[in-house]
């Protein structure tokens, strides 16, 4: 009998952007890691360590910063070290210059940050890959430029692996109209050809486009992976587009249907984002349901 998929990684996502905080402390933090220990959960990434004003650690680089009270980029790194976790640490976002076409800015922002975490968090064992925080669906805002400076800064500061997790421009997006398949492949044709040797894992999300369409949409990035030599991940949203609310935990029959879909051309499977919306310790009580129901499947 086949191995069930499993998923083995998950953002932490600590300068939140649509989703409420559950103000975790180092205490449930742990719990979490724990947690993650037991059920083959190998891999956490932090979605962005700065946001705007806001970030998880003091730092000295990123102006007119919010106080910080706590170092989250040390705990996260200390547990992780503790429980043989790799972590990809996630880069920073204006929220504002890139969307601005003032690319430049975005970059000028981060290669003093990413230096400046390397010099205070380099030496942890767990610190494993970095993450370039800037999501798109397609070739505009400058995405080129950003992957190219900032990703090939992070491995002259760092040399680990680089990771990005775009998405497709379905239906359940907005924001710029829908593009068919055939259109998304094209955008990322060349994106990947224009920013060769800038990162080495791309893990699409999966939330955007129609459940029926994910199959091939899977199928397609997979093929343009293997062209320019770029690891193919998943980036399984746990969490439910198709309700009116943002956004409650999945329906566990659609979730079972897009990690099954990313199976069988995925190396890896990973999630946004397992504490809110699918840890026994999340604060929406759906996913403690949730996590039962993968458990079962999955024979944990």
Known sequence: ?????RITGTFLDEITHDIPSQNWGEKCWRKEFELYQKIGIDTVVIIRAGYQNKCIFPSKTIPNLLPVYEDLGEIFLSLADEYDLNLYWGTYDSGNYWWARSWWKEVELNLPFIDEVVERYGHHKSFKGWYLCHETSKNDAHIIELFNHIGKHCKAAKDLPVLISPYPQGAKQG????????DS???WDRIFDATQESFDICAFQDG?????????FIEGIGKLGEKYGVSIWSNLETF?????????P??????????EAASKVAEKIITFEFPH??????CYPAAHNLFERYSEYAGL
């Open 1 to 5: 009998m086949p191995t069930a998929p």
């Open 175 to 182: 924001g710029g109209g829908v593009m068919s398949l055939d």
């Open 185 to 187: 492949f094209d955008h």
């Open 208 to 216: 955007q486009i129609h459940y029926q369409e994910l199959p091939r």
């Open 240 to 248: 439910d587009r198709d309700m009116p609310i943002k956004f409650p």
């Open 250 to 259: 999945a329906d566990w029959r659609y979730l079972r249907f897009k990690m």
């Open 277 to 282: 919306f699918m840890s026994p310790n999340s």
